[in-house]
């Protein structure tokens, strides 16, 4: 298991580079002066003199592969700049937002583990009847919903309407509660259906026709043998999900006034404070892969033939 | 003389029957050959008796008895692995692919109520008997890792492990090779005898059941055609299927038998 | 039956963003701070906003702005999947290699941080906004084609024609496209509802089009100040988002039945 995961870990690697240096470029070549932008939040009147230096201390002046080079070998160090409008280091700030939006996201993967896999396996042993009937409606509802407006609807019914949770903030456990619903209910819905069409097709294996024959108990064979093949595709779609979830996240912090990255974010692009941004997307697109890695980590210990790097026949 | 049989056996995908009164007696310590072409029908009788047909089948008519006892549907269900063991083709498809072979035998044996170390040597001992040098690294290994042929005689050892009366055996022998399709012939002989269980056996090599069967029935377009002892058949067909059958095989095989 | 009922919910809503300035009863930028806050009435259907404005026109306007941008999307990301899919199963070797690592790259970001990051690049703006969401997800169609392509390849007839002397544009332009037009309208139309939420969640942002444009997603972010006092100012603009997402995915369920069973038991 640990081989496997150095492996992936080593191929990410190379991802992270060509993902930073491509947004470096895009960044690079994009509209706009960085002198201007960074005269501008500094709030330093955009004179010739002021621009020739902010180019020449920002290293604009230099070639574009010098500039890479310079801030790769930064990031490598953990050092990501500093903010073009407060100043401070750009790794101290996501690493002061970053743990409410992994917060959020995380309570967000626990619901749509925990109410999407079950939900879909109901759905699947009840197929045609009336709880498969009504979980796939709520499903198929769910993936349509906006995240922000189920947000702003939650708030209404279960802040304003019957005052049982707090509209916004950070403080104390009912509050994630509507921001995690909210951010959780896409992914849900999705999985929800992967898991049920995951158990059909579970069901109708002969394994299980050896496993009733056996005169195992039901309970066993439900657990052991129906359930466990069957998360297996909804685990995999998972470590897509995890990508929707944090940028999920996000959108629902600006719902909740919920402190997390969103906002830092919103506010980085609104300024165009360049190193924020090219620290953020490196950041996000670690903690990203990362997440996909444990999720992977998961899969492999479940199904022991990808641990063992063969495929079944 | 324990018996189970089945009487009376209909069963139907939608309109179309494909399963006319069958009715068959197992008896223990003695083999019952079922054969007959591909799409017959035996599968099919084969898991009527466990009462495991799969939801898109009805089963119109027929009957489980148990020393000549009808059984209710709860009964039949608690033959399985206690009284009546099940072996069926293409073993690989039957093994749960994320589980090891001792926990297959673990949890067989704990529907048994035996204990986690009981039946590790429970199993060790059952796959010695099927000819396994080294129970140990099958018992840790996973369906994936082993040969379709290991994986049919871990399957035989699977569904004995709770000392049933009788053994339903589906097709053992086809997809394996000749030298392996020994090995689990072997293995189902000395079962029989050391055991005394009463075997069905379905097959559409009469070679196998030149070999083992005491007797036969012989199965087309879901009725049974035939049924006397395995000598009486080879030496006097009555019906026209068996004829063919046998004029098949030899044409094959040659007329060197037993 | 569903790919019907389907389709015509499609153009619905299809025909409002199409003939909204001929349906609009008001012009939906058309401000008047004494009619403001409005409640539903024979005049304004659905009352008006903050700043006086007729929320039945806007909420048709802003129809045109989302399906605008999704159409656009649409295109783009079928457009470039194509080429560069086809390209690469085609050409093969390091142009193939190079291309799918790129292709790799684009598919792990997660659309939204993509997203913050094309516009923080770029600039706000509904283009912008088309651009990055294409630029979020042209990689799945992409390797769909591709291997599409390559499985195709090896077919006999696509090696018949090449013998024949059909040069490789040929081929792809006769003998993969059809093949992959089914497959290729199944994830799109699947995927439409998805780019719906995004176009929708970015305006809601402010990346989008920048107010007074009328645009689902910026008038529930402009009435969130008034959410309290004037709730539906919020939520009639979700559930137009709500209605149209519906639609999409309805489509793209029936169109997976009917054009390709084999996905029918996958979820997106």
Avoid at chain 1, 99 to 128: F, H, I, K, N, W
Avoid at chain 1, 173 to 198: D, F, H, W, Y
Avoid at chain 3, 109 to 120: D, E, H, M, R, S
Avoid at chain 3, 154 to 176: E, F, I, K, S
Wanted: proline share 5%.
């Amino acid at each position: 298991m640990l081989g496997f995961a150095v492996r992936r870990l080593l191929t990410l690697v190379p991802l992270l580079l060509i993902v930073s240096l491509v947004f470096f470029l895009m960044l690079r070549l994009g509209r706009g002066d960085p002198a201007l932008d960074y005269l501008r939040l500094s709030q330093l009147p955009p004179t010739d003199a002021a621009v020739a230096l902010a180019r020449q201390q920002l290293g604009l002046d230099q070639p574009l592969a010098a500039q890479y080079l310079n801030w790769l070998s930064g990031a490598v160090r953990l050092d990501l700049g500093r903010s073009w409008s407060t100043g401070r280091p750009v790794m101290e700030e996501v690493l002061h937002f970053l743990p409410a939006s992994l917060q959020l996201a995380g309570a967000a993967l626990l619901l749509v583990m925990l109410v999407g896999l079950p939900l879909g396996l109901l759905a699947a042993l009840y197929r045609d009847r009336w709880p498969d009937h009504l979980t796939r409606a709520i499903a198929f509802l769910g993936v349509s919903l906006p995240n922000f407006w189920l947000g702003f609807l939650l708030v209404l019914l279960f802040s304003v309407q019957l005052g049982w949770l707090p509209a916004m903030g950070r403080d104390g456990p009912a509050s994630i509660i509507m921001p995690a619903v909210a951010t959780a209910t896409m992914s849900g819905c999705v999985t929800l259906r992967l898991m049920r069409s995951s158990v059909l097709g579970v069901l109708g294996e002969r394994h299980l026709v050896f496993a009733r024959a056996r005169g195992l108990p039901r309970r066993t064979i439900l657990g052991r043998h129906v359930v466990l093949n069957a998360m297996i595709p909804p685990l995999t779609a998972l470590g897509l999900h995890v990508g929707e979830l944090l940028g999920g996240a996000m959108v629902v912090e600006m719902v909740f006034a919920w402190p997390g990255l969103g906002r830092y974010a919103l506010l980085a692009i609104t300024n165009r404070d360049f190193p924020v941004l090219q620290g953020f997307v490196l950041v996000m697109t670690l903690v990203f892969v990362l997440c996909n890695l444990v999720v992977d980590l998961a899969y492999a210990w479940v199904d022991p033939r990808i641990r063992f790097g063969t495929r079944a026949a | 003389m324990s018996t189970l049989a089945i009487q009376g056996l209909c069963i139907s995908a939608g309109a179309t029957p494909l399963v006319r009164d069958v009715s068959l007696q197992v008896q223990r310590g003695r083999v019952l050959g079922l054969v007959g072409t591909s799409g017959g029908g035996k599968s099919l009788t084969v898991l009527a008796m466990l009462g495991l047909l799969s939801p898109g089948l009805r089963q119109t008519g027929g009957q489980v008895l148990r020393d000549g006892a009808v059984l209710a549907v709860p009964q039949v269900a608690a033959l399985r692995g206690a009284v009546v063991g099940l072996v069926q083709q293409s073993p690989r498809a039957c093994f749960n692919p994320l589980v090891t072979i001792g926990r297959h035998f673990a949890e067989t044996l704990a529907a048994h109520g035996l204990a986690r170390r009981l039946a590790a040597e429970r199993a060790a001992g059952l796959l010695a008997e099927v000819g396994f040098d080294d129970p140990g690294t099958i018992l840790a290994s996973y369906a994936f890792q082993l040969s379709g042929g290991m994986l049919q005689r871990v399957m035989l050892a699977l569904a004995l492990c709770r000392d049933p009366d009788f053994l339903l055996a589906d097709e053992p022998t086809t997809d394996l090779d000749l030298a392996v399709q020994a090995q689990v012939l072997a293995s189902l002989e000395q079962m029989v005898a050391r055991r005394g269980i009463g075997v069905l056996l379905v097959t559409h090599d009469l070679s196998v059941i030149a070999r083992l069967a005491d007797d036969v029935a012989v199965m087309q377009g879901g009725r049974i055609v035939e049924q006397q002892d395995a000598v009486g058949l080879f030496d006097a067909p009555r019906h026209n299927a068996t004829q063919a059958l046998l004029r098949t095989h030899f044409a094959l095989y040659g007329e060197a038998e037993q | 039956m569903k790919v019907r009922l389907a389709l015509l919910l499609v153009a619905v809503l299809l025909g409002a963003a199409v003939f909204a300035p001929w349906l609009a009863p008001f012009d939906p930028a058309e401000t008047s701070l004494a009619s403001r806050l409005l409640p539903p009435s024979a005049l304004h259907w659905l009352g008006t906003d903050h700043l006086g404005r007729d929320v039945f026109s806007r909420l048709l306007w802003g129809a045109r702005a989302s399906m605008g941008a999704v159409a656009a999307i649409l295109a783009l990301v079928l457009a470039l999947g194509s080429l560069v899919g086809a390209t690469a199963g085609l050409l093969g070797g390091v142009v193939d290699a190079v291309l799918m690592r790129v292709a790799d790259a684009f598919m792990t970001v997660p659309t939204l941080v993509l997203a913050l990051f094309f516009i923080g690049a770029l600039g706000t703006g509904l283009t912008n906004v088309v651009i990055a969401i294409t630029l979020s997800h042209w990689a799945w169609y992409a390797r769909l084609v591709r291997g599409l392509t390559l499985s195709l390849g090896a077919r006999d007839y696509v090696a018949a024609a090449r013998v024949a002397g059909a040069t490789r544009l040929d081929v792809a332009r006769r003998h993969v496209l059809p093949a992959v037009g089914g497959q290729l309208a199944v994830l799109a139309s699947l995927d439409l509802g998805h780019w719906m939420l995004h176009v929708a969640g970015l305006s809601f942002l402010g990346l989008g089009l920048a107010a007074p444009a009328a645009e689902w997603g910026i008038m529930i972010n402009d009435a969130r100040p008034f959410f309290r006092v004037a709730p539906m100012l919020v939520l009639l603009p979700g559930a137009a988002i709500l209605l149209t997402v519906l639609a999409f995915n309805l489509l793209g369920d029936a169109l997976r039945d009917r054009l390709d069973p084999a996905l029918a038991g996958h979820a997106h």
